[in-house]
């Protein structure tokens, strides 16, 4: 039996509705707003972990630990390689000729050591707060203080067109599929990344290339902005030199349609 103070009731002696307090209200509306939160989440993970290591890391921080991985399959292949050259050498079954065809493909894919007379050129970027040397120059921009892709790929250019035996860059050795790619101010060359000064190199006839880098249109282009905000550049001939083999894989990679 229930007394007036635990059931009110109004005149009419009907008993009173007891509404929710808004305390309770809040409190059911945060839990309904946690468990939508949860659900989504679940349903956007599908089991996974949604949070690794990898996503708290800096994109450079990824590149770096790329770079340096695939320099470590490099000299890993390229260990290889010297195994099958000298295992190959101990097979009777080739002739001198084909010996003989078989190591000129090798210097053409670059695949060998190559020694030689050689030019080295350096590019490298403006001081940072480098300002126009002379009158009539406008004032830099950015772009103006650093090396480009267009840069270190004319220099290429050049060097080939004078007749070099073989070109590295950096510390890799080009191939006919080498791809000379500039993202910002850092060289991605065969799935490693390098940043200035850029060192190109080139086996062959000092001459003869120094003549082709001075004859390049888009090489002219860089020495006007030489001249007026101090881009690097510089050339050094050596008596001899030994560019490495190139040690990447050789297989052709293409894009493929997702299924």
Known sequence: MSNSADSPRDASGQGRRRWPRPVRLLTAAVFALA???FFTSFNTAKGTNIRTDASMLKLSDLIEQRSHANKALEESNGSLRSDVDALAEHDGGTSKADEAELRALQKAA???????RALTVTLDDAPPNATASAPGYPEPQPDDLVIHQQDLQAVVNALWQGGAEGIRVMD?????TSAVRCVGNTLILQGRVYSPPYKVTAVGDPEKLRKAIGASPAIQNYMAYVEAYGLGWKVDEH????????????DLHHAKPVE
Not at 172 to 176: E, H, K, P, T, Y
Not at 239 to 250: A, I, K, N, Q, R
């Open 35 to 37: 468990g939508l939160i």
């Open 110 to 116: 670059g695949t060998r050591k190559l020694k030689g």
């Open 172 to 176: 890799q050795r080009l191939i006919s």
């Open 239 to 250: 008596e001899t030199m030994t560019l490495p083999g190139y040690s990447g894989t050789v």
